[in-house]
C-alpha cells in the first residue's frame, strides 16, 4: 500500500498550488482521506480530511476558505486546491489515510494523526513574501 504526494513547489504569497496524492495497492474508497503538514522545528498538524463519499469534509481553522479538499475514487486520488497562500503555509505536507468503521463522520473527520495508518511521502510547499 503506497500513497504517492506531489504538486509542491515553490510561489509568492497570494499564489496557489494544486496539491495531489494517489494511492495503490489496495482501493480506499472507505477510507478517510488526510492532509497534514509539518514546518521546519513545529509538529505536525492537521489540514484538512475528507471521508470516502466526500461528503463530509473538515478544515483546520487557519486554511478554511483559502484551502480545498476532493477525492476522486475511481481514479483513488485525493486533491489539496491552496489557493491565496501564505508565508505561514510553508511546510512539507502529506497525506495520510485510514479506514473509519464505526465513527459518525464528524468524529471521523477530526482523527488525529495517531489514527492514520497510510502515508505518503511529503511534498514540500514554500510560500515567499
Known amino acids: 500500500v503506497q500513497l504517492q504526494a506531489s504538486g509542491g513547489g515553490a510561489v509568492q504569497a497570494g499564489g496557489s498550488l494544486r496539491l495531489s496524492c494517489a494511492a495503490s495497492g489496495q482501493t480506499f474508497n472507505r477510507h478517510v482521506m488526510g492532509w497534514f503538514r509539518q514546518a521546519p522545528g513545529k509538529e505536525r498538524e492537521f489540514v484538512a480530511a475528507i471521508t470516502w463519499s466526500g461528503g463530509n469534509i473538515n478544515y483546520a481553522g487557519s486554511v478554511k476558505g483559502r484551502f480545498t479538499i476532493s477525492r476522486d475514487n475511481a481514479e483513488n486520488t485525493v486533491y489539496l486546491q491552496m489557493n491565496n497562500l501564505k508565508p505561514e503555509d510553508t511546510a512539507a505536507y502529506y497525506c495520510?489515510?485510514?479506514?473509519?468503521?464505526?465513527?459518525?463522520?464528524?468524529?471521523?473527520?477530526?482523527?488525529?494523526?495517531?489514527?492514520?495508518?497510510?502515508w505518503g511521502q511529503g511534498t514540500l510547499v514554500t510560500v515567499s513574501s
Open positions: 495520510a489515510a485510514y479506514r473509519s468503521l464505526s465513527r459518525t463522520a464528524y468524529r471521523a473527520l477530526r482523527a488525529p494523526a495517531s489514527d492514520y495508518d497510510y
